[in-house]
């Protein structure tokens, strides 16, 4: 089984910075695709970033050129570096895993989720 736990989420201002980490632990998760989704208040789960077993990487739209996903297999820990935040990105971020794939839609086949850390930002 592979648990995940996300930490580094807080309260910044517009033009902030944050990084998120996702500790992974479990069999052989270090050969697993992972990725960063968010929540805003209200609604659905969306795709931020995905770092594939191959690593190949993904953003969606608005994390292009602002975040950058990043692993370090020797300490089984998922990045998220967060640049030029906005009141947008206020979300709840969570840290998803899988065997075989993680992307942007069929969020339900997605087998490991974290609990999620809140990102707040102000104007």
């Known amino acids: 089984r592979v648990r995940l736990t996300e930490s580094g989420g807080g309260s910044v201002h517009t033009g902030g910075s944050l990084r998120l980490s996702c500790a992974a632990s479990?069999?052989?998760?270090?050969?697993?695709?992972m990725g960063w989704f968010r929540q805003e208040a209200g609604k659905e789960v969306a795709g931020v970033a995905v770092?594939?077993?191959?690593?190949?990487?993904t953003y969606a739209d608005f994390a292009e050129g602002r975040f950058a996903i990043s692993k370090d297999n020797v300490k089984n820990t998922l990045y998220l570096q967060m640049n030029s935040l906005k009141p947008e990105d206020t979300a709840m971020y969570f840290c998803?895993?899988?065997?075989?794939?993680?992307?942007?839609?069929?969020?339900?086949?997605?087998?490991?989720w974290g609990q999620g850390t809140q990102v707040t930002v102000s104007s």
């Open positions: 770092l594939d077993n191959t690593g190949s990487t």
């Open positions: 998803a895993a899988d065997e075989i794939v993680v992307d942007f839609s069929n969020l339900e086949t997605i087998g490991y």
């Open positions: 479990g069999d052989n998760v270090t050969t697993y695709s």
